[in-house]
């Protein structure tokens, strides 16, 4: 079973500059999730969502973050404009089930560096 | 607010012991808790899920407990080896419906030769 792919690997970016990721999750996972990871810390959610329609968003900076998932299967993640604390590594996740009680399969996810 | 501590920042032990990592949450009614293994420049592996009416879950060498009185769980890894050095982190999901994983900082173990 092919995991979850992730693109680009790595990114740097001036700050004030747009980037965009990319995620194709497991094939007939129903959930996905966008997470943050600053060095250090544990993952934080950035967006949940249920085939494409989003289930949580609470966490996401609205003013400059965005996420779809178009037909229910590959998602975008976009910053723009990004500040120097954006610089983490961007984890896509997928569940079979918003439950998550199979566990989620993560991405080996996207290292962003702001300067 | 909701809040999960991995007491650790790391931990080292010798080859062959048991590695024992604390999980500590406040303020939750977790349905269930998951370990995840994750590894540098790699994203978390999901190891052992364990809910909150089981006290303990076994997988190989990795034992899961999980004692919701006094809001704890401890991941165990038995005849530890080198090849377990990793990150490990402990997350909860606090409501069996549509709730995504929240997850602790993690406990670094390094298993010494």
């Known amino acids: 079973e092919a995991g979850v792919a992730q693109s680009p690997r790595y990114k740097i970016i001036e700050k004030r500059q747009s980037v965009a990721f990319w995620c194709n999750p497991i094939?007939?996972?129903?959930?996905l999730y966008w997470y943050q990871q600053i060095l250090g810390q544990g993952p934080k959610l950035l967006i949940q969502f249920q085939n494409n329609g989003v289930v949580d968003d609470s966490q996401l900076p609205k003013d400059r973050f965005s996420a779809e998932r178009l037909k229910g299967v590959d998602s975008t993640l976009k910053i723009q404009p990004a500040k120097l604390e954006d610089s983490a590594v961007y984890l896509c996740?997928?569940?079979?089930?918003?439950?998550?009680?199979?566990?989620?399969?993560f991405g080996s996810g996207t290292r962003l560096t702001v300067v | 607010s909701q809040k999960i501590e991995q007491n650790s920042e790391a931990l080292n032990i010798q080859e062959g012991k048991t590695a024992t990592l604390t999980c500590n949450y406040t303020n939750y009614s977790p349905a269930y808790l998951q370990w995840y293994r994750q590894d540098p420049g790699r994203g978390p592996v999901f190891l052992l899920l364990?809910?909150?009416?089981?006290k303990e879950k076994r997988k190989e060498r990795l034992k899961v407990t999980f004692d919701t009185t006094l809001k704890q769980s401890l991941f165990h890894i038995t005849a530890s080896q080198p090849a377990d050095s990793a990150t490990y982190l402990c997350?909860?999901?606090?409501?069996?419906?549509?709730?995504?994983?929240?997850f602790g900082k993690g406990t670094r173990l390094s298993v010494i030769a």
């Open positions: 364990i809910r909150e009416n089981e």
């Open positions: 996740a997928s569940s079979l089930d918003t439950a998550g009680g199979d566990g989620y399969t």
């Open positions: 997350a909860l999901v606090y409501n069996s419906g549509n709730t995504p994983l929240v």
């Open positions: 094939s007939g996972h129903a959930t």
